[in-house]
């Protein structure tokens, strides 16, 4: 993919409005601190109270600002989202590159190891690590990374197989160029398309993993999590005899949904979809 | 070796195995102990149905596959441009969408066989004597299109600037024109035909249409079933050829030609 | 009347490029038991024209004049009704026919599939229909229960022949049939072609890009160049006697099979862009017989008695 077919396909309104939702989450992450005066661990004030002006979203029952956790808990998904889909790609891409390019027998025990990978469940698996290992956010990447990889060398590999036999590179391998050459200017930028889609595709996994797992109590109490928001609002029994749903259940919620909304969009655009 | 010879090709055999998940698929010979020489100069045209071995040949030419036993010894070559005396040989491949990346301007695809083979320093010029020499003019135009808005002809023509940009002593063309229109592919072939007189380079010419290899060719080797079935010059493969196939080739040639048979009465 | 009458046919595609201007104002008629050539270069709209008639690309596709097909007209036919024609009564042949096939469904379904969508023969009816018409292509109808992966490319396209003969259609249209072929399969496609045309007595609309294969097998051809048709004829007007100076060239273009090197010429320059609206001859930027009428006044239009579109037969006359 051209550069400027990537610009041009992210100016259809589906780009447009994907790339608007994501910058505001980004532009929220980054200034948290200047847009609200509390921390969102602190017990700012009287526990559940009704939206006012200096809470925007009021309190939950214990007092904390619900507001400001909404803010920084777009840090804790966004941060995830990157670092594990940039993790997936960096070692998905490198592995499926380099079995799909050596091929042999290297490649089919690469790939067989990958096939044991993709047979395990997701799910379970987090749930299991996430109880035995301590609860923190680095483990849930490190989970999450290690889960996903294979996928992206799987298709990174399909791909790679496929044009190590293309017309293009016999013509450099005929002119004299190295492996380093041919996987550098023939196969990683064909490789582009597939990369972008494994972004998208890993980050939405990576926000829903992280807000469901912390949703199911195994996310890391020290970071505030959207997740963390639902989980303390369904548990509390009251949450929808009264009117505090609307404003301390909802908004984690739709935050969830526009976040993956603007990836799926974004990655809708890329395709060519407008 | 023979001080005309640029290439000798000796016994050579090519056995493709398939490996099944339980047992072997049986063996495709696709070369079958072909020897052939390929003079200085000259135009060779290697002519063959699918199947028949052709491609394999230019492949274990080109250095893409090993053969299987027999050996292909190349002339010692004065040429600056080579490091180690072998002569360079260049291709062009049949597909001209497959054949260059779509990720790469005009421009970088005929500079690339010069960027992998000194670096940095080469001539810019010489990209744009590559493209006027091909036809592709006024070469601005062209320098900065990506090959998919280019048309067939134009696309074959850029492989063609690329592969002569080495100065190579001989090109493998396989089946150059076979996915182009005939007037164009014709227009192709006479610019091979111009670049062999103009630059004495040797061309190796693969197609399936006997036509097309009798027009551009000096000597021509038929192949069927892995083997060379005939050798000869021009003139002995069209006027007296003695194998069923080339006969049978030539028929379906010339039975197309309006003004000596019409159908009905073949 | 005409098999098929194709009457001052336009189609646009409209893109985000812009409007193409894929067929111009295209006349074309086939009589009962013709084989008629369609000749063109890639991007000159004769595929088009084969899928405008089939009603087989009508995303984004605007067109005008009318196409009638046994009398009837079928260019604005409900979707159904086209369906039917399809297949029954129009065959097609289509472009990369080889691959058309579903590689790993047995042939005799692949078959069936075709008779049950337009009749409801019994299955004994239609085991003998497709042997029969296996036969005729010259494939050993015990081999009907084979994958097509199992046979050469030219024995599928001629069980891609036989499918489209199968419920003995009117007319086949048949598109680039012997493209992608060796120089001996060729042969025998076309032979095979002229044969089962004859046997079964249809017409055959064949398209391709390679007048001196095609030609062979043709009663009558017509000449198109940037989606107009430039020059019709029989064949043997065509072949001995062009008038139009891209069927000139065209024929000059062919190879010889002679032992003295010589050269022949192709036609330079690049096909016309179907993005841009020409108001003189499309062909006048790679013609070498332009004259001063050619760079004003639009050459005529290949309808009604009009044989070649070019001024040149004008001054001739």
């Not at chain 1, 017309?167 to 996987?183: L, M």
Request: glycine share 8%; net charge neutral; aromatic share 6%.
């Amino acid at each position: 993919m051209h550069e400027i077919t990537v610009v041009q396909r992210l100016k259809s309104p589906k780009g447009i409005s994907g790339l608007a939702i994501l910058c505001s989450f980004i532009f929220i992450a980054i200034a948290a601190p200047f847009l609200t005066s509390y921390s969102p661990d602190d017990i700012s004030s009287r526990p559940l109270l009704e939206p006012n002006s200096e809470h925007l979203l009021g309190t939950d029952d214990v007092g904390r600002d619900i507001f400001s956790n909404l803010l920084y808990g777009a840090r804790t998904s966004l941060a995830v989202a990157l670092i594990v889909s940039s993790g997936v790609l960096i070692i998905g891409t490198l592995a499926g590159v380099f079995s799909g390019y050596t091929g042999g027998n290297l490649d089919r025990v690469m790939m067989r190891g990958v096939d044991i990978f993709l047979m395990i469940p997701d799910l379970p698996l987090i749930l299991i690590l996430a109880a035995y290992l301590r609860p923190s956010l680095w483990n849930i990447i490190f989970i999450l990374i290690v889960m996903g990889w294979p996928v992206g060398a799987r298709i990174t590999r399909a791909q790679t197989r496929t044009l190590r036999v293309s017309g293009h590179v016999d013509f450099a391998r005929i002119s004299g160029a190295g492996n380093w050459y041919v996987i550098k200017r023939h196969i990683v930028p064909d490789l582009y398309p597939i990369m972008i889609t494994t972004i998208v595709m890993q980050s939405i996994r990576a926000i829903l993993s992280e807000s469901g797992l912390a949703f199911l109590g195994l996310g890391d109490p020290s970071y505030p999590s959207w997740g963390t928001m639902i989980k303390y609002a369904i548990s509390y029994p009251l949450v929808f005899f009264t009117d505090a749903w609307m404003w301390w259940l909802m908004p984690a919620g739709v935050c969830i949904t526009l976040l993956v909304l603007s990836f799926v969009l974004v990655g809708q655009a890329l395709e060519g979809d407008k | 070796m023979d001080n005309s010879c640029l290439i000798k090709i000796d016994n050579v055999s090519k056995v493709f195995k398939r490996k099944g998940m339980f047992r072997n698929e049986p063996e495709v010979k696709a070369l079958d102990n072909v020897s052939l020489t390929v003079k200085k100069g000259e135009v060779l045209g290697i002519i063959g149905e699918s199947g028949s071995g052709k491609t394999t040949l230019g492949k274990l030419i080109l250095g893409l596959l090993k053969p299987g036993s027999g050996n292909i010894s190349f002339a010692d070559i004065d040429n600056s441009s080579s490091q180690n005396g072998k002569p360079i040989v260049q291709v062009i491949f049949q597909d001209p969408y497959d054949s260059l990346s779509h990720m790469m301007t005009v421009e970088q695809l005929v500079a690339e066989p010069c960027i992998i083979q000194n670096r940095k320093n080469f001539d810019r010029n010489r990209i744009v004597l590559a493209l006027e020499s091909v036809g592709l003019t006024p070469v601005e135009s062209f320098l900065h299109k990506y090959p998919h808005t280019l048309s067939g002809g134009q696309r074959q023509r850029v492989a063609i600037a690329r592969a002569m940009i080495t100065e190579p002593d001989m090109i493998i063309a396989d089946e150059p024109i076979s996915m182009l229109d005939a007037s164009i592919g014709v227009d192709i072939l006479n610019l091979m035909l111009d670049m062999k007189e103009r630059t004495g380079i040797t061309f190796m010419f693969i197609t399936h249409d006997i036509a097309a290899a009798a027009y551009i060719s000096d000597n021509i080797a038929v192949m069927k079933e892995g083997k060379i079935v005939e050798y000869g010059s021009r003139e002995q493969i069209i006027s007296d050829c003695c194998h069923e196939y080339t006969k049978s080739l030539l028929l379906s040639a010339s039975t197309g030609t309006f003004n000596n048979t019409s159908f009905d009465d073949k | 009347m005409p098999l098929l009458d194709v009457k001052e046919l336009s189609v646009n595609f409209s893109t985000k490029e812009g409007v193409h201007h894929v067929l111009k104002n295209v006349d074309l008629n086939i009589n009962k038991g013709e084989i008629v050539g369609l000749i063109g270069e890639s991007g000159s709209g004769k595929s088009t024209l084969a899928m405008t008639v089939l009603d087989i690309n009508s995303r984004n596709r605007e067109m005008s004049g009318n196409i009638s097909f046994m009398e009837e007209r079928i260019d604005n036919l409900k979707k159904e009704r086209m369906r039917n024609i399809r297949g029954k009564h129009i065959g097609s042949v289509p472009q990369s026919s080889m691959n058309a096939l579903d590689p790993l469904v047995k042939i005799r379904s692949q078959f069936f599939e075709t008779i049950k969508a337009h009749t409801d023969m019994s299955r004994q009816e239609m085991l003998s229909l497709t042997a029969r018409s296996l036969e005729m292509v010259g494939i050993d109808p015990l081999r009907m229960n084979s994958c097509p992966y199992e046979f050469s490319g030219g024995q599928r396209q001629r069980i891609m022949i036989a499918l489209s003969m199968l419920l003995s259609p009117e007319l086949i249209i048949a598109d680039e049939p012997t493209t992608a072929l060796d120089a001996t399969v060729q042969l025998k496609i076309t032979t095979l072609l002229k044969d089962v045309v004859q046997q079964k007595n249809t017409s055959m609309l064949v398209i391709s890009h390679d007048l001196h294969t095609i030609s062979r097998i043709c009663d009558r051809i017509y000449i198109m160049y940037a989606g107009r048709i430039v020059e019709t004829g029989t064949r043997d007007e065509i072949l001995n006697d062009p008038v139009h100076p891209y069927t000139q060239k065209l024929l000059a273009s062919r190879l010889p099979l002679m032992c003295e090197p010589v050269r022949v010429k192709g036609i330079s320059g690049t096909p016309p862009s179907t993005l841009k609206k020409y108001e003189v001859c499309e062909f006048m930027e790679r013609c070498d017989k332009v004259s001063d009428i050619c760079r004003t006044v639009r050459p005529p239009e290949c309808t009604g008695n009009v044989k070649v579109a070019c001024h040149m037969e004008c001054h001739l006359e």
